[in-house]
């Protein structure tokens, strides 16, 4: 069954400091990775996409990286700000692209 | 990328009513549109996928007759929620793109509640 597993679901830290969160999934055939940043009653947006071959992919203090063998990936938030206070979904495509795989998402909380 | 336009953002109705939810793709001709459905704390479900000129395509378990979607050009979609109830009260957003390596854009969603 394709399935998408998040952790952790909630996560509280200080402004400043850095956090990983990570995902795991068990989509197959595997075509792509998304990390997706939704705010609290807003749409999600993308922060980063990765295939097969990629390891490592940044979007400034966003870095997400995939190990497609053991089919996990984490994002690495730096110098974290208020503003990243929100909801982080990780999402899956299979490699005939009909379906994204939706995880639950890890709750960010970031306080001064 | 694509901007994605949804309409309205909020919505109260009172049950046994009909809501009309808008898709707008404001710079991107889309063939295709995906609508979701996101309860509190859940993932985002995908309830159908709506395709210019032809009938959408529901996922196992979505009422077609309850949730009616409308393609009618390549920059609109509308998903109505017929004869609304409480339990039909959620996060309701559209999509376009995603299909393969492409990016997927989203609405900023649509809040219904029925009361």
């Known amino acids: 069954k394709n399935q998408v597993e998040q952790s952790p679901q909630s996560l509280i830290i200080l402004e400043g400091k850095n956090c990983t969160l990570q995902c795991n999934y068990t989509v197959s055939p595997f075509s792509n990775l998304r990390w997706y940043k939704q705010d609290t009653g807003r749409g999600p947006v993308s922060l980063t996409i990765?295939?097969?071959?990629?390891n490592t992919k940044s979007n400034g203090r966003y870095t997400a990286t995939l190990d497609a063998d053991t089919k996990q990936s984490s994002l690495h938030i730096t110098a974290s700000q208020l503003s990243d206070s929100a909801s982080y979904i990780c999402v899956v495509s299979n490699r005939a692209g009909t379906a994204l795989i939706f995880g639950k998402g890890t709750t960010l909380s970031v306080s001064s | 990328g694509a901007v994605v336009s949804q309409h309205p953002s909020w919505v109260i109705c009172k049950s046994g009513t009909s809501v009309k939810i808008e898709c707008r793709s404001l710079d991107f001709q889309a063939t295709t549109m995906f609508w979701y459905r996101q309860f509190p704390k859940q993932s985002l479900m995908l309830m159908a996928t709506s395709n210019e000129g032809s009938k959408a395509t529901y996922e196992q378990g979505v009422e077609k007759d309850k949730f009616l979607i409308n393609h009618a050009s390549l920059t609109l979609s509308t998903l109505t929620v017929t004869s609304a109830h409480p339990e039909d009260s959620s996060f309701y957003i559209c999509?376009?793109?995603?299909?393969?390596?492409?990016?997927?854009?989203f609405g900023q969603g649509t809040r219904l509640t029925v009361v």
């Open positions: 999509s376009v793109g995603g299909r393969v390596n492409t990016e997927a854009f």
């Open positions: 990765m295939t097969f071959s990629e």
